[in-house]
């Protein structure tokens, strides 16, 4: 062992271990990992959010890769740059820099529940080529959904739910042949679904687009479309949407509430995994079929509506109570009233 070959004077040692640290501190600085670009921009993304207390580890004389709070953001082990940014839960009143567009390596961009930041997203994030997940979500983000995105082609993410978005849905995010998930619920986005959206299919399958103003009919192109979730309540959508549905379709969840959607009932067929269904606060017009009861529902409401006739017993048709069933036009059987 070392210890048994060096025996030193106390004051040697203590000498030689006060050099050491300034060696060491030295040595530090010259092997910051932190890439200088990368720092400025965040620097820059700070000063943009107001200099948050959050951000008080975000220090220009520390490495950002090594010393900043790792909840914020961190940085690739080969190549040291930053590749995922990480804000939430940020008081202050700011707005996000256009310097984020420097981060040429960022793969994922996260900001949620940042509450007080304001203005549009910058046109900046269309540089960002790598980014495969984007999140701005709960924040106080105007401006039109940006047209830009159809630039971040290998992008399979993108949550943009709970903020002040206007405008319409950029027909061109059809462009982006890796999307996965979009959500676009809970803006104030106005217009028309595009038809083009429908391109997305089948790798899309998660869509949000509740919670706006929008108007007209859903394209007649959804319907070879299969979905986890679509998700298109509390607009003002308007038509026949029956091509939705079907025994061939694989959607499991579909949130339709609060539109102006009218067809027959009695018509339609279901796939196998469909078990959440929202209707409520539509025009739906016919009577429930039987074959309802072959679904496991989770969720199952109808209500509000203008439907009429027995409520088919059996399955998991009575697992709810009245008010997924009253408002509508006649109605009747559990856990309604008995047909007269
Ligand atoms: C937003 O900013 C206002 C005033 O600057 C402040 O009073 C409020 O607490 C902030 N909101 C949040 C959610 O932090
Ligand atoms: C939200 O943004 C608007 C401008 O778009 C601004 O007037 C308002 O003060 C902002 N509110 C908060 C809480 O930051
Ligand atoms: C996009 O993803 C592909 C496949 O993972 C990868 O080869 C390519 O380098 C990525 N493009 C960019 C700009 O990162
Ligand atoms: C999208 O963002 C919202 C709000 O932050 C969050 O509740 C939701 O879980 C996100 N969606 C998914 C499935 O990641
Ligand atoms: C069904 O929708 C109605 C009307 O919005 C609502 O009152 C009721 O709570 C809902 N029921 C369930 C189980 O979601």
């Given at each position: 062992?070392?210890?048994?070959?060096?025996?030193?004077?106390?004051?040697?040692?203590?000498?030689?271990?006060?050099?050491?640290?300034?060696?060491?501190?030295?040595?530090?600085?010259?092997?910051?990992?932190?890439?200088?670009?990368?720092?400025?921009?965040?620097?820059?993304?700070?000063?943009?959010?107001?200099?948050?207390?959050?951000?008080?580890?975000?220090?220009?004389?520390?490495?950002?890769?090594?010393?900043?709070?790792?909840?914020?953001?961190?940085?690739?082990?080969?190549?040291?740059?930053?590749?995922?940014l990480?804000?939430?839960?940020?008081?202050?009143?700011?707005?996000?820099?256009?310097?984020?567009?420097?981060?040429?390596?960022l793969q994922t961009l996260d900001i949620?529940?940042?509450?007080?930041?304001?203005?549009?997203i910058?046109?900046?994030i269309?540089?960002l080529?790598?980014l495969t997940f984007l999140r701005i979500s709960?924040?106080?983000?105007?401006?039109?959904?940006p047209?830009?995105l159809?630039?971040l082609?290998?992008i399979t993410y993108i949550n943009l739910?709970?903020?002040?978005?206007?405008?319409?849905?950029?027909?061109?995010?059809?462009?982006?042949?890796?999307l996965?998930f979009l959500r676009?619920?809970?803006?104030?986005?106005?217009?028309?679904?595009?038809?083009?959206?429908?391109?997305?299919?089948?790798?899309?399958?998660?869509?949000?687009?509740?919670?706006?103003?929008?108007?007209?009919?859903?394209?007649?192109?959804?319907?070879?479309?299969?979905?986890?979730?679509?998700?298109?309540?509390?607009?003002?959508?308007?038509?026949?949407?029956?091509?939705?549905?079907?025994?061939?379709?694989?959607?499991?969840?579909?949130?339709?509430?609060?539109?102006?959607?009218?067809?027959?009932?009695?018509?339609?067929?279901?796939?196998?995994?469909?078990?959440?269904?929202?209707?409520?606060?539509?025009?739906?017009?016919?009577?429930?079929?039987?074959?309802?009861?072959?679904?496991?529902?989770?969720?199952?409401?109808?209500?509000?509506?203008?439907?009429?006739?027995?409520?088919?017993?059996?399955?998991?048709?009575?697992?709810?109570?009245?008010?997924?069933?009253?408002?509508?036009?006649?109605?009747?059987?559990?856990?309604?009233?008995?047909?007269?």
């Open positions: 062992m070392f210890s048994s070959c060096y025996k030193m004077k106390p004051s040697v040692v203590s000498t030689l271990s006060f050099s050491l640290f300034f060696l060491s501190q030295f040595l530090l600085s010259l092997s910051e990992r932190c890439n200088p670009d990368d720092k400025k921009a965040l620097l820059e993304i700070k000063r943009g959010l107001g200099n948050p207390y959050d951000l008080i580890t975000w220090d220009p004389k520390t490495d950002c890769c090594t010393d900043w709070v790792k909840a914020t953001l961190s940085c690739d082990e080969k190549t040291n740059r930053v590749t995922v990480n804000l939430f839960q940020i008081n202050s009143p700011g707005h996000l820099s256009p310097a984020v567009g420097d981060l040429s390596y949620n529940n940042v509450r007080n930041l304001s203005g549009p910058p046109p900046t269309a540089k080529l790598k709960q924040t106080n983000i105007s401006g039109p959904v047209e830009f159809t630039h082609k290998n739910s709970y903020n002040n978005l206007v405008g319409t849905i950029p027909p061109s995010l059809s462009q982006l042949p890796n996965e676009l619920d809970r803006n104030k986005v106005t217009g028309t679904i595009p038809e083009s959206l429908s391109n997305l299919a089948p790798k899309l399958t998660y869509l949000y687009l509740g919670h706006n103003q929008l108007t007209g009919i859903v394209p007649n192109s959804f319907a070879g479309w299969s979905f986890d979730t679509i998700d298109l309540s509390r607009n003002m959508l308007e038509g026949d949407i029956s091509f939705l549905f079907g025994k061939d379709k694989t959607t499991f969840e579909m949130l339709l509430d609060h539109n102006k959607f009218n067809f027959d009932f009695s018509k339609l067929t279901f796939g196998n995994r469909l078990a959440r269904l929202d209707l409520n606060h539509n025009k739906i017009y016919g009577s429930l079929p039987t074959i309802l009861t072959k679904q496991s529902w989770q969720l199952f409401n109808v209500s509000y509506n203008s439907l009429c006739g027995k409520i088919p017993q059996g399955g998991s048709m009575q697992r709810f109570d009245q008010y997924s069933y009253f408002h509508n036009k006649c109605l009747c059987d559990a856990p309604l009233p008995p047909c007269k």
